[in-house]
């Protein structure tokens, strides 16, 4: 029996800001971000050493004589250094790594988790392709966030320190060249982003829009071939193309004047000129002013990365908000796993029922009913009237506004969610085929199932004999959403996977208006078949599946104007006479016992042949 989808893992993150959201995933990994502290911090002083060092061997070298062992062990420094370098730079990038790659991951496995639990109300609300922007981009960044981004970010930092802290060592004065270029960094790098922020939003933006576009253009791509719409499609395709490029074109031309570069340069050259004065009044040697000028030059690493990684950082933030928008959306929809859980019988009641999929606009207006278990019921009305809607308030697609729903004399909403649904089976008018195998299609609800209970299902669903038809039977692969396969095909592959998980409950939306009459009277066999011994909810215009139900709900404009037998509601009822466009006279065609027209008498074999 197939069962309520469970989550293979269950994310406690904390899921109130961006930042808490990020470190809630983060905190898991504790002892790599040490790691990338410790490799940063290190790499950083090894680094400040290394031209202080090189200012000792120039010291050395001029001296008269020359110190030589000065030389070699200010070399051997160096290349210690340097060799320690290597052994810190590769734990920090190790470690960086490793948090991106496993930040990614969680992410991606918390977002997937939370958008198959998701309530219908949510998908029904977000564009597929606004959620797959934000599935693959967004988790992205949240990857590229940490490396580069937070790598270069924390990686860089000791290095705009390290001027500050040595300079001052060969003489009070030279504080100045590097205390000033760190304010004047906080300052431009200030600016920089936020001037940067908006046109990095706008580039997400049109590159959402990009997408959602394509997205949306494939899906329908047979009513943009049927209406001739190519041409139409691609200018709109190629404007939304345009968009985005000139977004990345100004993003480009802000990170291109980037100010702070130009300020490394002029703190270099004041640096030099400031050490070179105080050389030349002698209270610095050579080999101090080449240390000096040494450690300058480490202000390029963090000016450099300025250029990216704290945008990249942001990115990520922005991402990270993006993300928890869809992971906060309410979803109202309580699984209810304490909830009753009982084999079921079948027994329906609407209870003043009020729905409506935005709020103060309702789409079903009190509804009242009762059916008894085994019971077939047909729902008529016009287009538009709430039939769909009504059927999918019994296995919680959607949850009343008011009023309540029972199966069995429980309210829905106290029924374990799994154990309700995999009682109820409901036939969509548009059904959803995998691109998997014909077998994995019908065993979809049961994917324990073997070959005979697939076949066994597929006779009672009339669709054995076409399946053995398809060039690799059971095996044959549906085309993405079974292009291959016409309507009725579906329909009875659908009808084979609710008979295979024997639900109490049938419901169907039956689209069959667009199917010849041959494969009408197959798919109306099927049906009878399958539904046998089961409560059954038709949506139905068809005459003959009206006469096969017990009971008839006729709804219009969201009410239920009438309910009872054909009979009585043709005698009895306007609405009912007038969806079958008879005036009074002409309804009595339709009752038994005459000579009705001649699709009432197919309708009543069609009925007596179940
Ligand atoms: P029927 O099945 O009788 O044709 P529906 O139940 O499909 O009627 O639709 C009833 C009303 O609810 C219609 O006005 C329709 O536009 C609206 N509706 C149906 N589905 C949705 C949805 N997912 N979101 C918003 N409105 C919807």
């Given amino acids: 029996m197939a069962t309520e989808f469970v989550p293979p893992r269950v994310y406690r993150t904390d899921r109130r800001s961006p930042l808490r959201w990020l470190w809630s995933h983060a905190r898991r990994h504790s002892w790599l971000f040490l790691l990338m502290f410790l490799g940063a911090l290190g790499n950083g002083l090894a680094m400040g050493f290394i031209p202080m060092w090189t200012g000792r061997a120039f010291d050395a070298l001029t001296s008269h004589p020359p110190r030589w062992e000065g030389v070699l062990r200010a070399a051997g420094m160096v290349a210690g250094l340097y060799a320690l370098r290597a052994g810190l730079m590769l734990m920090r990038n190790f470690s960086a790594e490793t948090i991106a790659q496993r930040m990614e991951r969680d992410v991606r496995d918390e977002f997937y988790t939370a958008l198959l639990g998701k309530s219908m109300a949510f998908h029904d609300r977000i564009p597929v392709g606004e959620i797959m922007a934000r599935a693959t981009n967004d988790v992205r960044e949240i990857n590229l966030m ?9 990686g860089s930092l000791m290095f705009l320190f390290m001027p500050l802290v040595l300079g ?9 060249v590097p205390g000033v270029f760190l304010v004047g960094y906080v300052v431009l790098l200030f600016l920089y982003l936020r001037a940067l922020a908006p046109l990095s939003m706008q580039v997400r ?52 004047k980037f100010w702070p570069f130009l300020f490394f340069s002029i703190a270099l050259a004041a640096g030099a000129f400031h050490s070179l004065y105080l050389f030349w009044q002698g209270h610095l040697s050579v080999g101090d002013v080449v240390g000096y000028v040494g450690l300058l030059q480490l202000l ?22 993006r993300l928890l928008e869809h992971l906060n959306f309410e979803t109202p929809l309580d699984h209810n796993p304490q909830g009753y859980a009982g084999a079921m019988r079948g027994d329906v009641e609407f209870r003043d029922v009020w729905f409506g999929y935005e709020p103060d606009k309702p789409v079903l207006k009190g509804i009242s009913f009762r059916v008894r278990a085994g019971m077939r019921v047909a729902i008529v009305g016009p287009t538009g009237a709430g039939k769909s809607t009504l059927v999918k308030l019994i296995n919680r697609t959607y949850d009343v506004d008011r009023g309540a729903v029972l199966v069995d004399g429980i309210d829905v909403r106290d ?53 053995l038809n398809l060039p690799r039977g059971y095996d044959s692969r549906v085309g993405e959403r079974g292009v291959a396969l016409s309507g009725g095909q579906r329909q009875r592959i659908a009808l084979a996977r609710a008979f295979l998980t024997d639900p109490r409950i049938l419901i169907l939306d039956d689209a069959t208006s667009a199917i010849d009459s041959e494969t009408e009277d197959e798919i109306q066999k099927a049906i009878f078949q399958v539904a046998r011994g089961r409560t059954t909810f038709i949506i139905t215009h068809r005459l003959s599946q009206i006469r096969w139900a017990d009971w008839i709900l006729v709804l219009e404009g969201g009410r239920l104007v009438a309910q009872g037998t054909h009979e009585d509601l043709l005698r009895t009822c306007e609405v009912y006479r007038r969806l079958f466009q008879l005036p009074l006279a002409d309804a009595a065609l339709l009752l038994p016992g005459r000579n009705g027209g001649h699709r009432a008498s197919t309708a009543e074999e069609d009925g007596k042949e179940t």
């Fill in 146 to 154: 940490f490396a580069p981004g937070l790598n270069l970010v924390v």
């Fill in 205 to 256: 933006k049109t590159f959402g829009r990009l997408s959602t576009h394509i997205n949306e253009v494939l899906d329908g791509i047979e009513t943009v071939k049927a209406l001739g719409q190519e041409d139409y499609e691609i200018q709109r395709v190629e404007r939304r193309t345009r968009a985005y490029r000139d977004a990345v074109i100004r993003q480009g031309y802000e990170e291109a």
């Fill in 168 to 176: 001052p060592r060969y003489h009070p004065a030279l504080v100045a």
């Fill in 415 to 467: 029924w374990n969610l799994g154990a309700l649904r995999s009682q109820i089976a409901i036939i969509e008018q548009d059904v959803f085929l995998f691109s998997r195998s014909v077998r994995e299609n019908i065993a979809f609800g049961k994917p324990d199932a073997t070959q005979e209970e697939v076949e066994t299902a597929a006779r009672w669903a009339q669709a054995h004999q076409f399946i």
């Fill in 300 to 321: 390029r690493f963090p000016t450099f990365v300025s250029q990216f990684a704290y945008a990249q950082v942001a990115l990520g933030l922005a991402s990270a908000r």
